[in-house]
């Protein structure tokens, strides 16, 4: 079974600062992780996908996040915030067998000018 | 570039209602899903499907139904609809297959945002 918990549901950073978002997952198998934002009123859009090749996943619009086994951690940065990366985020964990993924409870991410 | 849509991205309905939420994906990937969002419960799962004609209950199936009669069409039904069914629903797809990795990754659709009234 696995399981996400994002720690912090309202994380706000000023324009231009670092943003961490914060993963830890729990799987009994090798995960698949992944990061998806959604914008108001608008479906998940896929940020950056960990599948074992690389430890540092660069994603999309300047995300990036660090597989870390031994912390079963896969928080989210990104150097300096922008106005336009005020979303939620979501966290998710797939592994094995399991065809569904497992989704944190979010974090919405606002940006103060 | 994979597409999922959503019949609507807004409905209305009255309470007693049956409601049809039908969802398409493009790139002829096995697996559907079906969430609902609401404030501070993320995304919930409602139902799934692994191929056609087969379903299994998420984790929240009371009160709807689904249909997945071709590949690329799953549909979520509300019987009779309550307010209390009023949120986002979100339809996804994935691919069993990892030729690109990310092996189960789900692309979303746009939502639809139902109110019962």
């Known amino acids: 079974a696995q399981s996400v918990t994002q720690l912090g549901s309202h994380v706000s950073v000023s324009e231009g600062a670092l943003v961490l978002l914060r993963c830890n997952y729990s799987?009994?198998?090798?995960?698949?992780l992944f990061w998806y934002v959604q914008y108001p009123n608008q479906g998940l859009q896929l940020l950056l996908k960990y599948t074992s090749a690389a430890t540092l996943v660069k994603g999309i619009n300047g995300f990036e996040a660090e597989f870390k086994k031994s912390e079963t951690s896969f928080h989210l940065t990104k150097p300096s915030a922008h106005m336009s990366d005020a979303a939620e985020y979501f966290c998710?964990?797939?592994?094995?067998?399991?065809?569904?993924?497992?989704f944190g409870s979010g974090t919405q991410l606002t940006v103060l000018p | 570039d994979v597409k999922v849509t959503q019949s609507s991205r807004y409905l209305v309905k009255r309470t007693g209602e049956k409601v049809f939420l039908e969802c398409v994906q493009d790139?002829?990937?096995?697996?559907m899903f079906w969430y609902r969002q609401d404030p501070g419960l993320g995304l919930r799962l409602i139902y799934f499907s692994y191929d056609v004609k087969m379903k299994e209950k998420g984790d929240i199936p009371e009160g709807y139904s689904v249909s997945r009669e071709k590949k690329e069409r799953f549909s979520l039904i509300l019987e009779s609809a309550s307010t209390n069914q009023t949120s986002m629903y979100l339809c996804?797809?994935?691919?069993?297959?990892?030729?690109?990795?990310?092996?189960?990754?789900?692309?979303f659709g746009p939502g639809t945002r139902l109110t019962v009234l």
């Open positions: 790139m002829d990937h096995e697996n």
């Open positions: 998710a964990v797939s592994g094995g067998s399991a065809r569904q993924l497992t």
């Open positions: 799987s009994s198998v090798p995960p698949y």
């Open positions: 996804a797809s994935s691919s069993t297959l990892s030729l690109a990795g990310g092996r189960y990754e789900q692309f």
